[in-house]
């Protein structure tokens, strides 16, 4: 990552100056991209999963809300996982908010940015392991086509030529929110998954301000998901419906 000067009013027709930060891309270490464990397949599992599939491959931006084990985050990751794969996209990058669950206090987390934010991103390379061998994952990390992003780092920069994915949007403000999807350069594609109920932060979620501020937006889907889309395993659905209901 680095800071350079550009011309350009950001449009690409080049009539001014500004600064910005962009993700640039490093020197190749050798990677198969095209050669995985098995055959990416993004199988929708009930009308909502249909929508949500669709809603990523047709719009620049799409906000998924929903409980949990209902498939947001994996078909996200997997979509993502297939087009970067297929080199529609140069990078994926993935990112969540480093809140701990529920008041949890992990205390300091040792190593470098990338095993600091390693615990938080462990569901991510869980899919990605479906499919991925760990050298594959490796090198891709290595070569930063494969980036996990702190939200905190991400002022000032630029996404381009990148599959994007905000994981756990309940615990973002709606700041972060603005921050984030401000980023969005050429040739992106950006997915906004979470939760809005099963949030860590006490003010307003960044998740739901988005869906409601946002609603409407040309080339930006909200896909809600229900209950009934978990498929995680039968017991969370009961679990899920106990717990959302008023005492």
Same mark, same amino acid.
């Given at each position: 990552?680095?800071?350079?000067?550009? $011309? =350009?009013?950001?449009? *690409?027709?080049?009539? !001014?100056?500004? /600064? %910005?930060? &962009?993700?640039?891309?490093?020197?190749?270490?050798?990677?198969?991209?095209?050669?995985?464990?098995?055959?990416?397949?993004?199988?929708?599992?009930?009308?909502?999963?249909?929508?949500?599939?669709?809603?990523?491959?047709?719009?620049?931006?799409?906000?998924?809300?929903?409980?949990?084990?209902?498939?947001?985050?994996?078909?996200?990751?997997?979509?993502?996982?297939?087009?970067?794969?297929?080199?529609?996209?140069?990078?994926?990058?993935?990112?969540?908010?480093?809140?701990?669950? $529920? =008041?949890?206090?992990? *205390?300091?987390?040792? !190593?470098?940015? /990338? %095993?600091? &934010?390693?615990?938080?991103?462990?569901?991510?390379?869980?899919?990605?392991?479906?499919?991925?061998?760990?050298?594959?994952?490796?090198?891709?990390?290595?070569?930063?086509?494969?980036?996990?992003?702190?939200?905190?780092?991400?002022?000032?920069?630029?996404?381009?030529?990148?599959?994007?994915?905000?994981?756990?949007?309940?615990?973002?403000?709606?700041?972060?929110?603005?921050?984030?999807?401000?980023?969005?350069?050429?040739?992106?594609?950006?997915?906004?998954?979470?939760?809005?109920?099963?949030?860590?932060?006490?003010?307003?979620? !960044?998740?739901?301000?988005?869906?409601?501020?946002?609603?409407?937006?040309?080339?930006?889907?909200?896909?809600?998901?229900?209950?009934?889309?978990?498929?995680?395993?039968?017991?969370?659905?009961?679990?899920?419906?106990?717990?959302?209901?008023?005492?």
């Amino acid at each position: 990552m680095s800071r350079k000067k550009r $011309n =350009g009013n950001g449009n *690409g027709n080049g009539n !001014g100056n500004e /600064n %910005e930060t &962009i993700i640039k891309k490093k020197k190749s270490v050798k990677t198969d991209k095209a050669k995985t464990k098995k055959r990416i397949e993004v199988v929708a599992r009930g009308k909502n999963q249909k929508l949500l599939l669709k809603s990523i491959k047709e719009n620049l931006v799409t906000i998924a809300a929903g409980p949990p084990g209902c498939g947001k985050t994996m078909l996200a990751v997997v979509s993502g996982l297939r087009e970067f794969i297929m080199g529609k996209y140069d990078k994926m990058i993935f990112t969540r908010p480093c809140v701990e669950a $529920n =008041g949890e206090n992990l *205390g300091f987390l040792p !190593g470098d940015l /990338n %095993e600091k &934010i390693h615990p938080y991103m462990y569901p991510i390379f869980d899919f990605l392991s479906d499919y991925l061998t760990p050298k594959q994952i490796e090198g891709y990390i290595k070569e930063e086509t494969i980036m996990t992003l702190p939200l905190a780092f991400q002022r000032g920069i630029t996404f381009r030529n990148s599959f994007v994915l905000l994981d756990e949007g309940q615990n973002t403000t709606p700041e972060q929110i603005r921050m984030f999807l401000t980023r969005i350069g050429e040739n992106c594609k950006v997915v906004i998954t979470g939760d809005p109920l099963q949030t860590d932060i006490k003010s307003k979620n !960044g998740l739901v301000d988005a869906c409601e501020r946002l609603d409407g937006v040309n080339d930006l889907g909200i896909v809600k998901l229900l209950p009934c889309d978990i498929v995680r395993n039968p017991i969370v659905a009961e679990i899920e419906k106990r717990y959302s209901k008023e005492k």
